[in-house]
Protein backbone atom coordinates (compact mmCIF):
# COMPACT_ATOMS: atom_id res chain seq x y z
CA UNK A 1 0.00 0.00 0.00
CA UNK A 2 1.30 3.18 -1.10
CA UNK A 3 2.08 6.02 1.60
CA UNK A 4 2.49 9.10 -0.57
CA UNK A 5 -0.09 11.72 -0.82
CA UNK A 6 -3.52 11.25 -2.32
CA UNK A 7 -3.08 13.75 -5.48
CA UNK A 8 -5.63 15.88 -6.20
CA UNK A 9 -3.28 18.48 -8.36
CA UNK A 10 -4.47 17.22 -11.56
CA UNK A 11 -4.68 20.51 -13.12
CA UNK A 12 -0.94 21.42 -12.70
CA UNK A 13 -0.63 18.15 -14.15
CA UNK A 14 -1.42 14.36 -14.95
CA UNK A 15 0.33 11.49 -14.19
CA UNK A 16 0.97 9.33 -17.12
CA UNK A 17 -1.81 6.66 -18.39
CA UNK A 18 -0.43 3.54 -18.87
CA UNK A 19 -1.94 3.12 -22.42
CA UNK A 20 -0.05 5.92 -22.99
CA UNK A 21 3.33 4.70 -22.04
CA UNK A 22 2.67 1.59 -23.96
CA UNK A 23 1.90 3.30 -27.06
CA UNK A 24 5.14 5.12 -26.69
CA UNK A 25 7.91 3.02 -25.68
CA UNK A 26 8.62 1.62 -29.38
CA UNK A 27 9.28 4.92 -30.59
CA UNK A 28 12.41 5.49 -28.36
CA UNK A 29 13.62 2.55 -29.43
CA UNK A 30 12.76 0.35 -32.01
CA UNK A 31 10.98 2.97 -34.11
CA UNK A 32 13.54 5.74 -33.76
CA UNK A 33 13.87 7.44 -36.67
CA UNK A 34 13.71 11.21 -37.59
CA UNK A 35 10.38 11.72 -39.12
CA UNK A 36 11.94 14.07 -41.55
CA UNK A 37 14.20 11.26 -42.87
CA UNK A 38 11.80 10.37 -45.95
CA UNK A 39 14.96 8.22 -47.44
CA UNK A 40 14.53 4.85 -45.51
CA UNK A 41 12.27 2.65 -43.35
CA UNK A 42 12.91 4.25 -39.99
CA UNK A 43 12.12 7.32 -41.37
CA UNK A 44 9.30 6.11 -42.87
CA UNK A 45 7.66 4.51 -39.35
CA UNK A 46 8.54 7.71 -37.52
CA UNK A 47 6.52 9.82 -40.25
CA UNK A 48 3.48 7.44 -40.24
CA UNK A 49 3.26 7.55 -36.59
CA UNK A 50 3.29 11.26 -36.44
CA UNK A 51 1.11 11.51 -39.53
CA UNK A 52 -1.85 9.39 -37.79
CA UNK A 53 -0.42 11.50 -34.72
CA UNK A 54 -2.06 14.71 -36.36
CA UNK A 55 -5.00 12.90 -37.70
CA UNK A 56 -5.90 12.01 -34.26
CA UNK A 57 -5.67 15.28 -32.87
CA UNK A 58 -7.50 17.14 -36.03
CA UNK A 59 -10.61 14.83 -35.38
CA UNK A 60 -10.73 15.30 -31.55
CA UNK A 61 -11.45 19.44 -32.23
CA UNK A 62 -13.06 18.61 -36.13
CA UNK A 63 -10.28 20.27 -37.79
CA UNK A 64 -7.71 19.04 -40.77
CA UNK A 65 -3.93 17.35 -40.17
CA UNK A 66 -2.40 20.09 -42.18
CA UNK A 67 -3.99 22.78 -39.62
CA UNK A 68 -2.16 21.17 -36.43
CA UNK A 69 1.04 22.30 -35.59
CA UNK A 70 3.32 20.65 -33.14
CA UNK A 71 4.96 22.70 -30.11
CA UNK A 72 6.80 21.75 -27.12
CA UNK A 73 3.43 22.74 -24.93
CA UNK A 74 0.88 25.19 -24.35
CA UNK A 75 2.97 28.48 -23.40
CA UNK A 76 4.99 28.18 -26.59
CA UNK A 77 1.57 27.30 -28.70
CA UNK A 78 -0.08 30.66 -27.28
CA UNK A 79 3.07 32.75 -27.73
CA UNK A 80 3.01 31.62 -31.38
CA UNK A 81 -0.28 32.32 -31.53
CA UNK A 82 -0.24 35.79 -30.36
CA UNK A 83 2.98 37.09 -30.87
CA UNK A 84 2.34 35.31 -34.88
CA UNK A 85 -0.40 37.00 -35.70
CA UNK A 86 0.85 40.73 -34.14
CA UNK A 87 4.19 40.61 -36.44
CA UNK A 88 2.34 39.15 -39.44
CA UNK A 89 -0.96 41.61 -39.25
CA UNK A 90 0.39 44.37 -37.63
CA UNK A 91 -0.36 46.64 -40.43
CA UNK A 92 -3.68 45.90 -40.10
CA UNK A 93 -4.01 46.95 -36.28
CA UNK A 94 -2.10 46.60 -33.20
CA UNK A 95 -5.07 46.28 -30.68
CA UNK A 96 -5.59 42.85 -29.14
CA UNK A 97 -7.90 41.59 -26.77
CA UNK A 98 -8.12 39.18 -23.69
CA UNK A 99 -9.44 38.51 -20.27
CA UNK A 100 -8.12 39.38 -16.88
CA UNK A 101 -8.45 36.14 -16.17
CA UNK A 102 -5.84 34.28 -18.50
CA UNK A 103 -3.05 32.24 -17.89
CA UNK A 104 0.34 34.41 -17.62
CA UNK A 105 1.30 32.20 -20.70
CA UNK A 106 -1.46 34.54 -22.41
CA UNK A 107 -0.77 37.37 -20.39
CA UNK A 108 3.28 37.51 -20.46
CA UNK A 109 3.37 38.04 -24.46
CA UNK A 110 0.22 40.86 -24.48
CA UNK A 111 2.63 42.58 -22.35
CA UNK A 112 5.45 42.16 -24.78
CA UNK A 113 3.34 42.79 -27.30
CA UNK A 114 2.33 46.15 -25.37
CA UNK A 115 6.00 47.36 -24.93
CA UNK A 116 6.01 47.12 -28.86
CA UNK A 117 3.32 49.67 -29.09
CA UNK A 118 0.67 47.34 -29.16
CA UNK A 119 -2.49 48.20 -27.21
CA UNK A 120 -4.13 45.41 -25.05
CA UNK A 121 -7.70 45.66 -23.73
CA UNK A 122 -8.28 43.32 -20.51
CA UNK A 123 -11.49 42.59 -19.85
CA UNK A 124 -12.72 41.95 -16.50
CA UNK A 125 -15.37 38.92 -15.83
CA UNK A 126 -18.43 38.75 -13.84
CA UNK A 127 -18.50 37.21 -10.60
CA UNK A 128 -19.06 33.97 -11.88
CA UNK A 129 -15.90 34.03 -13.74
CA UNK A 130 -17.36 34.15 -17.18
CA UNK A 131 -17.11 37.01 -19.40
CA UNK A 132 -19.98 39.94 -20.36
CA UNK A 133 -20.09 39.14 -24.22
CA UNK A 134 -21.79 42.53 -23.77
CA UNK A 135 -18.69 44.22 -22.83
CA UNK A 136 -16.49 42.04 -25.22
CA UNK A 137 -18.83 43.18 -27.98
CA UNK A 138 -18.05 46.83 -26.90
CA UNK A 139 -14.02 46.48 -26.58
CA UNK A 140 -13.71 45.69 -30.43
CA UNK A 141 -11.52 48.36 -32.58
CA UNK A 142 -11.30 48.72 -36.21
CA UNK A 143 -7.93 47.88 -35.78
CA UNK A 144 -8.74 44.63 -32.92
CA UNK A 145 -6.60 41.71 -34.71
CA UNK A 146 -7.17 38.75 -32.38
CA UNK A 147 -9.04 37.96 -29.09
CA UNK A 148 -7.46 35.60 -27.05
CA UNK A 149 -10.18 33.94 -24.21
CA UNK A 150 -8.61 30.88 -23.00
CA UNK A 151 -11.82 27.87 -23.07
CA UNK A 152 -11.30 26.55 -19.42
CA UNK A 153 -9.74 28.12 -16.98
CA UNK A 154 -6.61 26.49 -14.92
CA UNK A 155 -7.51 27.84 -11.58
CA UNK A 156 -11.15 28.30 -11.04
CA UNK A 157 -11.95 25.40 -13.95
CA UNK A 158 -15.16 27.53 -15.30
CA UNK A 159 -15.62 27.44 -19.13
CA UNK A 160 -15.88 30.27 -21.15
CA UNK A 161 -18.70 30.32 -24.14
CA UNK A 162 -16.61 29.71 -27.05
CA UNK A 163 -18.94 29.61 -29.88
CA UNK A 164 -20.54 32.76 -28.88
CA UNK A 165 -17.32 34.90 -28.76
CA UNK A 166 -16.27 33.03 -31.99
CA UNK A 167 -19.60 34.46 -33.69
CA UNK A 168 -19.11 38.15 -32.14
CA UNK A 169 -14.88 37.57 -33.34
CA UNK A 170 -16.40 36.69 -36.86
CA UNK A 171 -18.78 39.60 -37.39
CA UNK A 172 -16.28 41.88 -36.75
CA UNK A 173 -13.74 40.14 -38.89
CA UNK A 174 -11.32 39.46 -35.93
CA UNK A 175 -9.07 36.10 -35.32
CA UNK A 176 -10.09 34.11 -32.34
CA UNK A 177 -7.66 31.97 -30.37
CA UNK A 178 -8.46 29.93 -27.37
CA UNK A 179 -6.19 28.09 -24.64
CA UNK A 180 -7.92 24.98 -24.76
CA UNK A 181 -4.61 23.10 -22.15
CA UNK A 182 -7.51 22.36 -19.78
CA UNK A 183 -10.19 21.51 -22.15
CA UNK A 184 -9.12 18.75 -24.69
CA UNK A 185 -10.18 15.70 -24.09
CA UNK A 186 -12.64 16.69 -21.29
CA UNK A 187 -15.07 18.71 -23.49
CA UNK A 188 -16.23 18.71 -26.67
CA UNK A 189 -14.35 21.40 -28.65
CA UNK A 190 -15.42 22.03 -32.16
CA UNK A 191 -13.22 24.80 -33.96
CA UNK A 192 -16.24 24.80 -36.79
CA UNK A 193 -18.73 25.10 -34.93
CA UNK A 194 -17.18 27.49 -32.69
CA UNK A 195 -15.74 29.50 -34.88
CA UNK A 196 -11.56 29.52 -33.59
CA UNK A 197 -9.08 30.45 -35.89
CA UNK A 198 -6.31 28.91 -33.52
CA UNK A 199 -6.73 26.78 -30.33
CA UNK A 200 -3.63 26.03 -28.27
CA UNK A 201 -3.18 22.36 -26.55
CA UNK A 202 -1.17 20.23 -24.37
CA UNK A 203 -1.01 16.68 -23.30
CA UNK A 204 0.23 16.63 -19.69
CA UNK A 205 -3.19 17.74 -18.29
CA UNK A 206 -5.33 14.94 -19.85
CA UNK A 207 -2.48 11.99 -19.25
CA UNK A 208 0.22 12.28 -21.54
CA UNK A 209 3.87 13.26 -21.79
CA UNK A 210 4.80 17.33 -20.66
CA UNK A 211 6.77 18.42 -23.02
CA UNK A 212 4.67 18.20 -25.96
CA UNK A 213 1.42 20.14 -27.48
CA UNK A 214 0.19 21.48 -30.33
CA UNK A 215 -1.23 25.09 -31.93
CA UNK A 216 -4.18 24.43 -34.81
CA UNK A 217 -4.16 27.32 -37.63
CA UNK A 218 -6.93 27.47 -39.82
CA UNK A 219 -6.40 27.26 -43.35
CA UNK A 220 -9.28 28.24 -44.87
CA UNK A 221 -12.39 30.50 -44.10
CA UNK A 222 -10.30 32.37 -43.22
CA UNK A 223 -6.89 31.16 -43.54
CA UNK A 224 -4.65 32.72 -40.87
CA UNK A 225 -1.08 33.32 -41.57
CA UNK A 226 1.25 33.04 -38.63
CA UNK A 227 4.93 34.18 -38.21
CA UNK A 228 7.12 31.79 -37.10
CA UNK A 229 8.82 32.64 -33.70
CA UNK A 230 11.34 29.50 -33.99
CA UNK A 231 13.49 29.60 -37.14
CA UNK A 232 16.09 26.82 -38.47
CA UNK A 233 14.54 24.12 -41.01
CA UNK A 234 11.50 24.46 -42.14
CA UNK A 235 9.51 22.24 -40.26
CA UNK A 236 5.51 22.17 -39.62
CA UNK A 237 4.99 23.95 -42.45
CA UNK A 238 7.35 26.27 -41.64
CA UNK A 239 5.75 28.08 -38.64
CA UNK A 240 7.68 25.71 -36.14
CA UNK A 241 11.05 24.73 -37.04
CA UNK A 242 12.21 21.67 -35.13
CA UNK A 243 12.90 18.14 -35.15
CA UNK A 244 9.57 16.30 -34.12
CA UNK A 245 9.32 14.57 -31.06
CA UNK A 246 8.04 10.96 -32.02
CA UNK A 247 7.61 9.35 -28.99
CA UNK A 248 5.88 12.44 -27.60
CA UNK A 249 3.66 13.13 -30.37
CA UNK A 250 2.28 9.32 -29.97
CA UNK A 251 1.91 9.73 -26.75
CA UNK A 252 -0.51 13.37 -26.58
CA UNK A 253 -2.74 11.53 -29.61
CA UNK A 254 -3.15 8.43 -28.12
CA UNK A 255 -4.09 10.57 -24.17
CA UNK A 256 -6.42 12.58 -26.87
CA UNK A 257 -8.01 9.40 -27.81
CA UNK A 258 -8.63 8.22 -24.65
CA UNK A 259 -9.91 11.59 -23.30
CA UNK A 260 -11.99 11.43 -26.29
CA UNK A 261 -13.34 8.04 -26.35
CA UNK A 262 -13.81 8.63 -22.35
CA UNK A 263 -14.91 11.90 -21.63
CA UNK A 264 -18.62 11.08 -21.28
CA UNK A 265 -18.80 8.24 -18.45
CA UNK A 266 -15.64 10.66 -17.26
CA UNK A 267 -17.69 14.09 -16.96
CA UNK A 268 -19.88 12.06 -15.17
CA UNK A 269 -17.89 10.31 -12.71
CA UNK A 270 -15.94 13.55 -11.93
CA UNK A 271 -19.13 15.45 -11.56
CA UNK A 272 -20.11 13.30 -8.85
CA UNK A 273 -16.78 13.20 -7.31
CA UNK A 274 -16.42 16.74 -7.15
CA UNK A 275 -20.10 17.41 -5.73
CA UNK A 276 -19.39 14.83 -3.20
CA UNK A 277 -15.96 16.94 -1.69
CA UNK A 278 -17.89 19.78 -2.18
CA UNK A 279 -21.19 18.78 0.15
CA UNK A 280 -18.51 16.90 2.39
CA UNK A 281 -17.15 19.97 3.23
CA UNK A 282 -20.30 22.01 3.50
CA UNK A 283 -20.10 21.38 7.86
CA UNK A 284 -17.27 23.30 7.87
CA UNK A 285 -18.16 26.59 6.78
CA UNK A 286 -18.36 29.28 5.86
CA UNK A 287 -16.59 28.59 2.94
CA UNK A 288 -17.13 29.87 -0.86
CA UNK A 289 -17.04 28.66 -4.33
CA UNK A 290 -15.33 30.29 -6.79
CA UNK A 291 -16.43 30.39 -10.17
CA UNK A 292 -19.46 29.15 -11.94
CA UNK A 293 -21.55 25.91 -10.06
CA UNK A 294 -21.81 24.39 -13.02
CA UNK A 295 -20.16 25.67 -16.26
CA UNK A 296 -16.81 24.69 -15.18
CA UNK A 297 -14.24 21.49 -15.44
CA UNK A 298 -15.85 18.19 -14.41
CA UNK A 299 -12.73 17.96 -11.90
CA UNK A 300 -12.45 21.20 -10.64
CA UNK A 301 -13.25 22.68 -7.20
CA UNK A 302 -11.94 26.08 -6.33
CA UNK A 303 -12.78 27.15 -3.06
CA UNK A 304 -12.05 29.70 -0.43
CA UNK A 305 -12.09 28.80 2.98
CA UNK A 306 -12.98 31.93 5.97
CA UNK A 307 -10.67 32.32 8.51
CA UNK A 308 -7.39 30.34 7.24
CA UNK A 309 -4.93 30.93 4.63
CA UNK A 310 -4.92 28.92 1.73
CA UNK A 311 -1.24 28.05 1.69
CA UNK A 312 -1.19 26.98 5.70
CA UNK A 313 -4.17 24.70 4.38
CA UNK A 314 -2.54 23.17 1.62
CA UNK A 315 0.55 22.46 4.17
CA UNK A 316 -1.88 20.86 6.97
CA UNK A 317 -3.25 18.70 4.21
CA UNK A 318 -0.11 17.50 3.99
CA UNK A 319 1.20 14.53 3.86
CA UNK A 320 -2.26 13.19 3.35
CA UNK A 321 -3.28 15.21 0.08
CA UNK A 322 -1.33 16.65 -2.70
CA UNK A 323 -3.14 20.17 -3.77
CA UNK A 324 -2.74 23.65 -4.81
CA UNK A 325 -3.21 26.97 -3.63
CA UNK A 326 -3.61 27.93 -7.24
CA UNK A 327 -1.89 27.76 -10.45
CA UNK A 328 1.14 25.54 -10.31
CA UNK A 329 3.02 28.60 -12.36
CA UNK A 330 2.26 30.82 -10.26
CA UNK A 331 1.84 28.96 -6.67
CA UNK A 332 5.39 30.15 -5.57
CA UNK A 333 4.37 34.45 -5.71
CA UNK A 334 3.21 35.63 -2.86
CA UNK A 335 0.45 38.26 -4.61
CA UNK A 336 -2.85 36.51 -4.47
CA UNK A 337 -4.00 34.86 -7.64
CA UNK A 338 -4.90 37.80 -10.28
CA UNK A 339 -7.83 35.02 -11.29
CA UNK A 340 -9.31 35.30 -7.60
CA UNK A 341 -8.87 39.04 -7.73
CA UNK A 342 -10.98 39.25 -10.95
CA UNK A 343 -13.90 37.63 -9.64
CA UNK A 344 -13.82 40.09 -6.82
CA UNK A 345 -12.88 38.32 -3.85
CA UNK A 346 -11.61 40.17 -1.02
CA UNK A 347 -7.86 39.69 -0.64
CA UNK A 348 -7.99 37.51 2.89
CA UNK A 349 -10.51 35.07 0.48
CA UNK A 350 -7.82 34.96 -2.54
CA UNK A 351 -5.51 34.05 -0.15
CA UNK A 352 -7.34 31.65 1.86
CA UNK A 353 -8.22 29.62 -1.52
CA UNK A 354 -7.53 25.93 -2.37
CA UNK A 355 -7.77 24.04 -5.44
CA UNK A 356 -8.85 20.99 -5.93
CA UNK A 357 -8.24 19.35 -9.22
CA UNK A 358 -10.01 15.57 -9.41
CA UNK A 359 -8.42 12.98 -12.12
CA UNK A 360 -8.89 9.92 -14.10
CA UNK A 361 -7.40 7.93 -10.78
CA UNK A 362 -8.89 9.44 -8.09
CA UNK A 363 -11.93 7.55 -6.25
CA UNK A 364 -14.93 7.92 -3.93
CA UNK A 365 -12.84 6.97 -0.78
CA UNK A 366 -9.84 9.21 -1.21
CA UNK A 367 -12.32 12.12 -1.72
CA UNK A 368 -13.76 11.37 1.88
CA UNK A 369 -10.70 10.86 3.10
CA UNK A 370 -9.65 14.27 1.81
CA UNK A 371 -12.42 16.20 3.06
CA UNK A 372 -12.02 14.63 6.76
CA UNK A 373 -8.25 15.64 6.28
CA UNK A 374 -9.76 19.07 5.08
CA UNK A 375 -11.91 19.88 7.61
CA UNK A 376 -9.93 18.68 10.89
CA UNK A 377 -7.22 21.20 9.12
CA UNK A 378 -9.40 23.93 8.74
CA UNK A 379 -10.92 23.42 12.12
CA UNK A 380 -6.98 23.28 13.57
CA UNK A 381 -5.95 26.63 11.64
CA UNK A 382 -8.97 28.74 13.14
CA UNK A 383 -8.37 27.95 16.18
CA UNK A 384 -4.62 28.37 16.08
CA UNK A 385 -6.31 32.44 14.49
CA UNK A 386 -8.17 32.81 17.28
CA UNK A 387 -5.27 33.08 20.05
Known amino acids: MSNRPIYLDNHATTPLDERVLAAMLPYFTEHFGNPASINHLYGWEAEAAVKQARQILADAIN ?16 NLAIKGIAETYFQKGRHVITLQTEHNAVLDPCHYLESLGFEVTYLPIQKDGIVDLTEL ?21 VLQPLAE ?20 GKIPLDVEAMKIDLMSLTAHKIYGPK ?13 VKLAPQLHGGGHERGMRSGTLYTPQIVGFAKAVEL ?5 DSETERLTALRQRLWENLGPIGPIFLNGHPTQR ?91
Not at 63 to 78: L, M, Q, R
Not at 166 to 181: K, M, N, P, S, V
Not at 259 to 263: D, F, L, N, V, Y
Request: hydrophobic residues 40%.
Open 63 to 78: ATPEEIVFTSGATEAN
Open 137 to 157: EKAFRPDTILVSVMAANNEIG
Open 165 to 184: IGTICREHQTLFHTDAAQAI
Open 211 to 223: GIGALYVRRRNPR
Open 259 to 263: GISEM
Open 297 to 387: LPGNLSISVEGVDGSALGLGLQPVVAVSSGSACTSAKTAPSHVLMALGLSEQLAYASIRFGIGRFNTADEIDKVADRAIATIKSLRKQAIR
